[in-house]
């Protein structure tokens, strides 16, 4: 049995922090290096940051913080975390200074105790794969404008590197910088073991938000790709999968920029026969260049519509994002037309696009990526963005009204749900697609993606 899906002993050490000046190194070199067979299994005990076996709290939730605990990040030492103390004096400027070491918690500690994770790839480029033992796979959404209740995120971290990312902010949660969340993958152990527990505990099929007549839903990949690289060895997503497909009367949806997504065709088509189940594959653009420049590690284009053209064709309903939509970039007349008809001859059901948003994590990494890279538009960049997450409320209206037309001209439906029911006894829950509003919303309500 593989050690990311089970083991019977926590295999991550707890280290007591002298009290003296010291550096903490979040991956610790270990002479154990657990396979990709051994990721998916029972749920073992997970050691919570009090260093005891316990059923309180999550693993998957952010870290406190201390408003003197300061961090270092560099390439060589991820973490270089110290507690600086100014004994005797109100100005930190004067005087001695005593530094001790602050104790890593939360998430952060379970991520600085993690395993190396053993792969078959050989590439310089390849990221480092790590083990991460997790309480929780199943984590609630609280925001009331977000499409779901519930987000599965099998990894943190995505190896596709897309310059625009907004969810780099989950790997800070873990004391390590956003830059980082396409070269460091934490893989969840025992993910797919505590789903069905969770599910029976947390699930409702009655969600308050539709007055009780719809299920609750849960959305797979809305912090990370469910179907990049790592899957391919870890298979965390699959194995999710095929416990979802063992219950009926759910509402899921999966999003994703890849085609790995067909690989599992089998086990989507047994949840959609039980359950309400919508497919979502990104493209944001058709022109393979600009595809690598600002998605460097996902697939072409014509592969995710390819991808979706398999999909319609094994009977399973899916719909096409074209979001983010980057001002200047991505935005020039006819480009999201386009988009949207190749979509729409892959058979795509539903057609819906939103204007980038960016929390300050991602900007840290796409704003120095334009000045690079598309210099005339560096500063209408930095005077949208650099402030304020949103792009003026004008061009996001004019955008919204942009992605009307194109799904009237076509004949889209701009939800999922739309023209189809599921085939058990419960409906699938409302989502709301419309511009902006996701990709908005998500930046508001960290704790959904954060797992």
């Not at 309180?56 to 060589?76: L, Q």
């Not at 037309?337 to 057609?351: D, R």
Request: hydrophobic share 35%.
């Amino acid at each position: 049995m593989s050690p990311v899906h089970s083991f019977s002993v926590p295999r991550f050490r707890i280290r007591r922090r002298p009290a003296v000046p010291t550096t903490v190194r979040l991956f610790p070199e270990c002479p154990d290096v657990i396979s990709p067979k051994q990721v998916v299994g029972s749920p073992a005990p997970v050691v919570d940051q009090r260093g005891n076996d316990s059923n309180r709290g999550t693993a998957d939730c952010p870290p406190a913080f201390s408003s003197i605990v300061t961090a270092t990040r560099s390439a060589s030492s991820p973490i270089e975390e110290r507690l600086t103390i100014f004994p005797g004096r109100q100005n930190p400027g004067e005087g001695p200074v005593r530094t001790v070491a602050a104790p890593l918690v939360g998430i952060a500690r379970l991520a600085a105790s993690s395993p190396r994770a053993e792969t078959r790839r050989k590439s310089e480029e390849r990221p480092e794969y790590f083990v991460l033992p997790v309480k929780s796979i199943l984590n609630r959404c609280d925001s009331k404008r977000v499409p779901f209740e519930w987000t599965i995120n099998p990894y943190r971290g995505c190896e596709f590197g897309c310059k625009y990312c907004y969810a780099r902010y989950t790997h800070e949660y873990m004391e390590i910088d956003g830059g980082e969340f396409e070269k460091k993958i934490f893989v969840k152990q025992n993910a797919a073991a505590l789903l069905p527990g969770e599910i029976s505990r947390k699930y409702s099929y009655e969600s308050k938000a539709s007055g009780y007549t719809k299920a609750e839903h849960i959305a797979i990949g809305a912090a990370t790709d469910p179907y990049q690289p790592a899957e391919r060895e870890y298979g965390v997503t699959r194995a999710c999968l095929e416990e979802l497909a063992k219950r009926e009367g759910l509402s899921v949806s999966v999003i994703t920029k890849s085609d790995q997504i067909v690989r599992d065709i089998d086990v989507l088509q047994a949840i959609s026969k039980k359950s309400a189940l919508s497919l979502n594959i990104t493209v944001t653009t058709l022109k393979p260049r600009l595809a690598r420049l600002l998605e460097p590690r996902a697939p072409r284009p014509d592969l995710r519509l390819k991808a979706v053209k398999e999909l319609r064709a094994a009977g399973l309903h899916v719909g096409v994002s074209a979001s983010p939509l980057l001002p200047g970039i991505t935005d020039q007349e006819g480009e999201l037309e386009a988009v949207a008809a190749a979509a729409k001859e892959a058979g795509a059901e539903w057609f819906f696009s939103g204007v980038l948003f960016l929390m300050p994590s991602s900007a840290k990494e796409f704003l120095p990526f334009v000045k690079e890279k598309f210099p005339r538009l560096a500063q209408q960049y930095e005077d949208w963005y650099r402030k304020n997450g949103y792009a003026p409320e004008e061009y996001r209206r004019k955008a919204s009204e942009r992605v009307l037309r194109i799904r009237k001209k076509l004949g889209f439906a701009s939800r999922p749900w739309e023209g189809w029911r599921p085939s058990v006894g419960r409906a699938q829950l409302s989502l709301g697609w419309d511009v902006g509003e996701v990709s908005a919303e998500l930046g508001r309500g960290k704790s959904c993606a954060a797992g």
